[in-house]
């Protein structure tokens, strides 16, 4: 199993990136997949999930209105589109997959994770 983050980087305030997540090794369709962040000093953070009770999107408030998730099961893919982002936003993204999810949100409750991938804001 494999889930392979990219996109990060340095960006000023108010800009934008878009993270991927490549996955191979598991049934794509029969997981919760979602993106979650670390920044330093501070508890992981739910960002935004894909539910596969109703292929619902989930948003962290944090980032509701920002961002945008979308997959494309054909390739395995899941992106993470980030706007006007705020020094607020470094942190290490994760990608997770998991046959369970957390009800309310849709979003994987472990499973497996990517490596992460940096992402910094500066003000």
């Known amino acids: 199993v494999q889930l392979v983050e990219s996109g990060g980087g340095l960006v000023q305030a108010g800009g934008s990136l878009r993270l991927s997540c490549a996955t191979s090794g598991f049934t794509f369709a029969d997981y919760a997949i979602g993106w979650f962040r670390q920044a330093p000093g501070k508890e992981r953070e739910r960002v935004s999930c894909?539910?596969?009770?109703?292929?619902?999107?989930y948003y962290a408030n944090s980032v509701k209105g920002r961002a945008t998730i979308s997959s494309f099961p054909a390739n395995h893919t899941v992106w993470l589109q980030m706007n006007s982002l705020k020094p607020d936003d470094t942190a290490v993204y994760y990608c997770?997959?998991?046959?369970?999810?957390?009800?309310?949100?849709?979003?994987?409750?472990?499973?497996?994770w990517g490596q992460g991938t940096q992402v910094t804001v500066s003000s």
């Open positions: 894909i539910s596969k009770k109703d292929d619902s999107r």
């Open positions: 997770a997959a998991d046959r369970l999810w957390d009800w309310t949100t849709g979003c994987p409750l472990n499973g497996y």
